[in-house]
């Protein structure tokens, strides 16, 4: 394995977004930490990204750019360190590439620079997490040397060079944009996994679902003949369908998900769930743990926090936290999942997609809608629903429970993006937390 601390040593790095939610800052830390001269750079203020700046002040080799992007800090430096969401159009990127700058992604340089570290990689447009996180689960269980990293809140990739070994496994939970990294470095996970594809960030691909599919299979494409890919059941007809029926993987072998066994006792709900929890075990299979290990980590997993999770029960009333359903496919998996009709609260910014399947579902699913504010909201006007818009989470959830009787749930599955009203998602879900945690 190359010696990342000369690798890092002295580099002159610029690194594009620091955000607030803790990822960056463990590559940025671990950057400093390596003796490179590190700026910062982001849109965001110093006022906005003040928490994250805090936790690095011990750092002296860290310089902030605030507020403002310069096009002198992408032509005086060793590599661009670019965070996902960075615009695919992006001038300053345009700008470091036509001065020959190399643009690296930090599980793909992470990737590089750990070449005999075996990759397993999980995308999808949703059950990316719940994927991930039990693939990571069942090899801790069979006494593997295992490390959790990528798109998963309070980690980060960089970081993981000073524990991993030869041989060791990481798996990482990969978002379109973290693949940006894989298809300009031009590899692939050695293990991949793709659980759906459906519509989702076409703001950010301004409509275009073949650059947003684009960016997907990289998770795939460049796979050697040793390599294998894991397909979620839905996956194979969409992948044939995207390339006119000619051969769109790598040639390492494709296995297609298959179910999970019925005599399983699943603590997950929602068919959604048992599709993830079938692409996990194929990757536990293609590592060769035992069938009984297997089986009793799935059978002891629990929903991962704002991932359709039973917060509460009160008063003979289940409160599902889903704020990670940020989509109108996500809420309808959600839906789902449930034989009665629920209470559903749901909002918030659209993110150019359409709500016309969930609008007609509506009806047949829910009891209630309870309406918080945002531009997503305003598309959902189907007048076959009891429905009713408030201002803030806090009345959502009283208003939903003067509605509900015993055996009822209450549902919050946004459906919509966050940022009209928190910083996001997982800020989203804390405060819905915190309002159920007090209810009597």
């Not at 994927?131 to 593997?144: D, H, R, W």
């Not at 909201?377 to 007048?383: M, T």
Request: positive net charge.
């Amino acid at each position: 394995m190359p010696d990342y601390k000369e690798f890092f040593k002295n580099k002159k790095v610029t690194v594009v977004g620091l955000g607030l939610l803790g990822k960056r800052l463990g590559d940025i830390a671990f950057l400093a930490e390596c003796g490179a001269k590190v700026l910062v750079t982001d849109l965001k203020t110093a006022e906005e990204l003040a928490p994250s700046i805090q936790k690095l002040k011990k750092y002296k080799n860290i310089t902030y750019v605030l507020g403002e992007h310069r096009y002198e800090d992408f032509d005086s430096c060793d590599f661009v360190l670019k965070g996902q969401g960075v615009a695919l159009d992006s001038p300053y990127i345009k700008y470091a590439e036509g001065k020959g700058i190399p643009i690296e992604m930090d599980e793909s340089l992470f990737a590089k620079l750990a070449p005999k570290v075996q990759i397993v990689g999980v995308t999808g447009t949703r059950g990316k997490t719940t994927t991930t996180i039990l693939i990571y689960e069942i090899l801790k269980a069979s006494g593997m040397r295992v490390y959790l990293g990528g798109n998963i809140k309070g980690t980060a990739a960089l970081p993981l060079l000073k524990e991993v070994k030869d041989w060791d496994v990481v798996v990482f939970e990969l978002s379109s944009w973290q693949l940006q990294g894989f298809g300009e470095a031009k590899i692939s996970p050695h293990i991949s996994v793709f659980t759906n594809f459906m519509p989702d960030h076409m703001n950010y691909y301004k409509n275009d679902m073949e650059s947003y599919f684009k960016d997907k299979s990289y998770i795939y494409k460049f796979q050697n003949e040793n390599d294998m890919l894991v397909l979620g059941p839905s996956m194979p007809a969409r992948l044939n369908s995207r390339s006119g029926g000619k051969k769109v993987k790598g040639p390492g072998k494709t296995i297609t998900a298959k179910n999970v066994p019925k005599s399983w006792k699943v603590k997950l709900a929602g068919e959604h769930n048992l599709e993830n929890i079938a692409c996990a075990v194929e990757v536990a299979r293609i590592l060769k743990i035992k069938e009984n290990v297997i089986k009793k980590v799935v059978e002891k997993f629990e929903a991962i926090s704002g991932r359709l999770e039973l917060v509460r029960n009160i008063r003979g009333v289940a409160i599902y936290n889903d704020t990670n359903s940020t989509t109108p496919d996500a809420t309808l998996a959600a839906l789902n999942s449930f034989h009665q009709k629920v209470i559903l609260i749901m909002g918030g910014m659209n993110k150019e997609l359409s709500a016309k399947k969930l609008d007609g579902v509506l009806p047949k699913k829910t009891k209630k809608v309870i309406l918080i504010p945002g531009s997503g909201a305003e598309q959902v006007k189907n007048q076959k629903i009891n429905l009713v818009k408030i201002k803030d989470l806090k009345e959502a959830l009283s208003e939903a429970m003067k509605t509900a009787e015993k055996g009822d749930v209450v549902l919050f599955s946004p459906a919509f993006a966050s940022f009209n009203m928190f910083k996001n998602e997982y800020d989203r879900g804390e405060q819905f937390m915190k309002i159920v945690k007090k209810l009597k």
